[in-house]
């Protein structure tokens, strides 16, 4: 379970990057982790993967307080989760198979093991067929699935994608989505980031919204009145227009996108 | 286990062929550094041995007094050779002293006929082994009783202390120089494959490689190049040592150089650890600047 209490990150130059963040997901959900640009959603995710660490609040993941991670801890909680990221970070200079395989091979695994498991994760991603081929010679769809069978092949507990299909192109980015669902669908908790509301809509998961470091709103709460009458009236009054707020930022996001 | 370490000496053999040009700077001035450190120590053991071959300075004669007798003397003998810095002891006998004395006048001896051996003393004719020891050891000399005199060179032994302090000095200098020399240079190298593994580090970090197993690379890099370096220096130098210089040194008929063969292993081994920590050295700054993900 990964919990955000009060969580605060403001930068060494004063930006503050999140503003008391307040989100609890479950172990084997589905996340979507959305907002405009410069809303905190990567740093979210850096904290997460413990690139770095909260100024205030506190951020536990299994009941481990994140901030309280030596650096020798660091890399043991590393194997738990699954990385993602928008430009897939692939090596050049090794093939599908390597790439994956090097996940494997640099947490000290051997072998047989590695060949095994190797396959069964291409195989899941679709890609068996591509094995000896380079990333290069592979489409931007192609690439972020060795980046997901890379982020898998150690079965970790959790898949951390900060815009896995920011350079996908849209057909694609639904057979990524497809892929990390059914992946969370083996009980692993999934958290992608992503500005495409289309996507969002599409998978019906649960979204949460952060805008000026805090969350704008957290679909899981639509559903938890407790939540909702401790919040405050402007909160409860935009909630009633979310519809049509969610539309309309759509194109904000949109906007944004086209940014970075 | 096995596994991982072949894929790491895999990485590091890798970016050595990769960078080889780099490695190939490495090498050379890794080289050039353990080229001094030997031929400073060659240098120095040659030093030594002309010392002791060809010099009198570290020669020392203790005269005896005349009353002593012929337990006595052994008595000394006995103390003498308890005396840890002193070797080739002698003893001479006033007639044999005499004698040798003669012989050294050649035609002229016969000025000296009239001349008795009671005139002379015996004495004890010994080396000291460690002339930068010098002192404490005549001290102890000094203790021992029965001595009427002391023939000692001790300006003599004062200077060339003086002097291999100075060689020693500069020695120490150089090879220091050399030392860091060849760390920067190592650094270097290792920063360019570090440089151009950087997406790879960043990987191993997400997946949780230890900072020790993202290291181990580079420093197998910097051992591979110590040693490669250590190896030129050792054929460099044997070679150069025993086809060139040693024959030249004997040449000039001063004294018998000392054998490199008879310690081709113990240098063998020097070149190549130090060699090899040197490399370690070298490699262990570059990557802690990118583990820091
Ligand atoms: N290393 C950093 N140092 C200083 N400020 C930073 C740093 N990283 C991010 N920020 C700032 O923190 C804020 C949040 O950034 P963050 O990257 O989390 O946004 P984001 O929601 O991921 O945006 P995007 O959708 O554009 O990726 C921004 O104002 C950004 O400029
Ligand atoms: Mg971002």
Redo the contacts with the bound molecule.
Sequence with gaps: MIVFKNVKKT???G????NGVDIKIDDGEFVFIT????????????LLTCEDVPSEGKLTVDGTNLKRLSRRQIPKYRRKIGVVFQDFRLIPTLNVYDNVAFAMRVVGRGGREIKERVMAVLGIVGLEHKVSVFPEQLSGGEQQRVALARAIVNSPAIIIA??PTGNVDPEMSIEIMKLLSSINRNGITVVV?T?EQRLVRAFKKREIR?RY?KVEFDTAHDHDHDHKEKSSDKKDHHSDKEDHKKKHSHKEDKE??E?? | MIDSFIFLVKCAVKSIFKNWLLTLASVTVLTICLVTLGSSILLFDNVNLFIDEVGDESQVVIFLDESLTTEQINGIHQQLFQIQNIKNVSYESKEMALQNYLESMGENASLFSDVTSDVLRNSFIFNIKDLSKFDQTMFEVGKIEGISRIRERREVVDRINDISQVILMLAFWIIAIFIVISILVITNTVKVSVYSRRIEINIMKYVGATDAFIQMPYFIEGIIIGILAGILTLFLTYFTYTNILSPIIYDFGLFTPVSFQSRFIPFALFYIVSGALIGMVGSVYPVKKYLNV
């Design positions: 930068y060494p130059n930006t503050d990057a999140l907002g405009p640009s410069g809303a905190g959603k990567s740093t979210m995710i850096r900060d815009e980031v500005h952060l470091g944004d996108s940014h970075d």
